[in-house]
T-cell receptor, first 115, second 115 residues
Framework: DGGITQSPKYLFRKEGQNVTLSCEQN?????MYWYRQDPGQGLRLIYY???????QKGDIAEGYSVSREKKESFPLTVTSAQKNPTAFYLC??????????????FGEGSRLTVL | AQSVTQLGSHVSVSEGALVLLRCNYS??????LFWYVQYPNQGLQLLLK??????LVKGINGFEAEFKKSETSFHLTKPSAHMSDAAEYFC?????????????FGQGTILTVHP
């Protein structure tokens, strides 16, 4: 079945450490996104990519980095510069043209806890 | 810039009762509007979307929403609640065009269904 796979599902990190969250999709979607979810705040866009080897900052990109070397993969690195990284991270993908434009397909999320 | 406000962070209904989740949006251009549902520790799933066609939109699981431009609203309803509807619901807005997938989400409404 096609879908989006995020790993790991749970991750613990010590302060000062970088951590990378994996996101892989087999939906053949051109666009991929990373959102951060905090209780009572909805979802906020961290980074997005519309095409391989290109990506743009979202609303809360500080302290995060991404790469898009393959269409299927969009890993997110949470760096030590991110002051409050404990959150639920969601990866999503979408097509860029046609009737289903704007519909996001989400992975099951990665919960990061900083100890 | 666009924004979304969901009125009520928690809504509680009895099984079989009407479900009404409120969403108001702000957008300088005709919006695309979405409702997503999230079950605990999972990603989001699209319930329905409005993209300037019919103002009454029917979605999955018996949900529907009505776009009212004069009220800048896109409230979600279901005639009869089921226990399985208990989840968190998010309203989202996009301005479409080159900003397809860049959704702005509301804060979320947690729906509780009592037997």
């Amino acid at each position: 079945d096609g879908g989006i796979t995020q790993s790991p599902k749970y991750l613990f990190r010590k302060e000062g450490q970088n951590v990378t969250l994996s996101c892989e999709q087999n939906l053949n979607h051109d666009a991929m996104y990373w959102y951060r979810q905090d209780p009572g705040q909805g979802l906020r866009l961290i980074y997005y990519s519309q095409i391989v080897n290109d990506f743009q900052k979202g609303d809360i990109a500080e302290g995060y980095s991404v790469s898009r070397e393959k269409k299927e993969s969009f890993p997110l690195t949470v760096t030590s510069a991110q002051k409050n990284p404990t959150a639920f991270y969601l990866c999503a993908s979408s097509i860029v043209t046609g009737a289903r434009t704007g519909e996001l397909f989400f992975g099951e999320g990665s919960r990061l806890t900083v100890l | 810039a666009q924004s979304v406000t969901q009125l009520g962070s928690h809504v509680s209904v009895s099984e079989g009762a009407l479900v009404l989740l409120r969403c108001n949006y702000s957008s300088s251009v005709p919006p695309y509007l979405f409702w997503y549902v999230q079950y605990p520790n999972q990603g989001l799933q699209l319930l329905l979307k409005y993209t300037s066609a019919a103002t009454l939109v029917k979605g999955i699981n018996g949900f529907e929403a009505e776009f009212k431009k004069s009220e800048t609203s896109f409230h979600l309803t279901k005639p009869s609640a089921h226990m399985s509807d208990a989840a968190e619901y998010f309203c989202a807005v996009s301005v479409g065009g080159t900003s397809y997938g860049k959704l702005t989400f509301g804060q979320g409404t947690i729906l509780t269904v009592h037997p």
